[in-house]
């Protein structure tokens, strides 16, 4: 059973570009969801991650928006950049789980220059 | 700087062979966790510790065990390789809190033949 579901698997995006890639989750009970970045040949690391009590964050070029009710949320990365080419799972978890963590399948982004 | 490291990088077995994976961290974090990671599947949680002498069972932990006899090291044994098996491995560590952020060491690729 797939408690975060991930969309799409693949994103060819042009430099410049915006890329969104979407997840949505089962369990109302996750209250923590971050974004992992993962390069070929190396373990995933921490992008950005957002709490379910604000419907929107940004770092830099990386935006999450978070819809509870919905139980959906999704990564946007603006003026994408041929150094973003990588693979990018969202996941979930609760707080009190101590950051074990579910999750989505993965989506392959590729930024053509 | 801390870190944590796996090992080996690559592993070669035949089945039936036990295997054992090693992850050590240097970060003094009570979490630690075993996800394998298979195209189509994300990273899939195989087993996970809250601190010395706990372990608990994840996603897929079936023909798979952990011992955590210190803080840093948690290996992850195959009791009996099965080609079922063949997959990249990542060992994670965090701090207690559960909206912290997760750390991965570089992976194991092991294939079973």
């Known amino acids: 059973q797939q408690q975060v579901k991930q969309s799409p698997q693949s994103l060819i995006v042009q430099k410049g570009g915006i890329s969104i890639i979407n997840c949505a989750y089962e369990?109302?009970?996750?209250?923590?969801f971050p974004w992992y970045q993962q390069f070929p040949g190396k373990g995933p690391a921490l992008l950005i991650a957002?709490?379910?009590?604000?419907s929107e964050k940004k770092e830099g070029r990386f935006t999450i928006s978070f819809n509870k009710s919905a139980k959906q949320f999704s990564l946007h990365i603006m003026d994408s950049q041929p150094g973003d080419s990588a693979t990018y799972f969202c996941?979930?978890?609760?707080?009190?789980?101590?950051?074990?963590?579910?999750f989505g399948e993965g989506t392959q982004l590729t930024v053509n220059p | 700087d801390a870190e944590i490291t796996q090992s080996p990088r690559h592993k070669i077995t035949e089945t039936g062979r036990q295997v054992t994976l090693a992850c050590h961290q240097t970060?003094?974090?009570?979490?630690m966790f075993w996800y394998r990671q298979d195209l189509g599947h994300g990273l899939r949680l195989i087993h996970y510790?809250?601190?010395?002498?706990?372990?608990n069972k994840g996603e897929v932990s079936d023909g798979y065990s952990v011992s955590r006899s210190n803080t840093e090291d948690l290996p992850l044994t195959l009791e009996s390789a099965a080609s079922s098996q063949t997959s990249v491995y990542f060992c994670?560590?965090?701090?207690?809190?559960?909206?912290?952020?997760?750390?991965f060491g570089q992976g194991t690729r092991l294939t079973v033949v």
């Open positions: 996941a979930a978890s609760r707080e009190t789980s101590g950051s074990r963590l579910t």
């Open positions: 369990n109302t009970a996750f209250d923590y």
């Open positions: 970060w003094n974090h009570n979490n």
């Open positions: 957002i709490r379910p009590d604000v």
């Open positions: 510790s809250y601190g010395v002498h706990d372990t």
């Open positions: 994670a560590s965090s701090g207690a809190k559960g909206d912290t952020e997760a750390f």
